[in-house]
């Protein structure tokens, strides 16, 4: 089974959301500085991680961050709440990531290779 993430660009950012109470694949922050490359993963960064009711955000380097504007207002407009057609019209890109099994054992031989080599 493939994780799905949403990916959205707002304010010459991207962001990458995932619910992890849908999906329950914990990630540490080695793994999310591999998904936010470019190079490796899908590039993105921020990263905002909901699992139940709790909203946690990390930068690119997956380093835990606080909250601030504009991460409400992806987490707003993620969950569809967001009704302000101003700050709408600033969402530029609203795709669906899908990570298959085999990239997320690939991700995490990365990690591993790269916590050995260090």
């Not at 660009?9 to 540490?28: G, I, P, S």
């Not at 922050?29 to 955000?57: H, K, M, R, S, Y």
């Not at 795709?95 to 991700?107: A, D, G, P, S």
Request: proline residues 0%.
């Amino acid at each position: 089974m493939s994780l799905v993430m949403k990916k959205y660009r707002y304010n010459h950012k991207d962001y990458l959301v995932y619910e992890r109470n849908l999906l329950a694949r914990e990630f540490d922050a080695n793994e999310w500085q591999t998904i936010c490359n470019n190079d490796l993963g899908v590039g993105a960064d921020f990263i905002i991680e909901i699992i139940n009711t709790q909203i946690f955000a990390y930068d690119m380097y997956g380093q835990k961050i606080d909250l601030n504007q504009d991460l409400q207002l992806v987490i707003d407009y993620h969950e569809g709440i967001l009704k302000d057609n101003n700050i709408l019209a600033q969402f530029t890109r609203d795709i669906e990531v899908r990570f298959t099994n085999y990239y997320i054992n690939k991700l995490a031989n990365l990690v591993t290779k790269k916590a050995y080599s260090a």
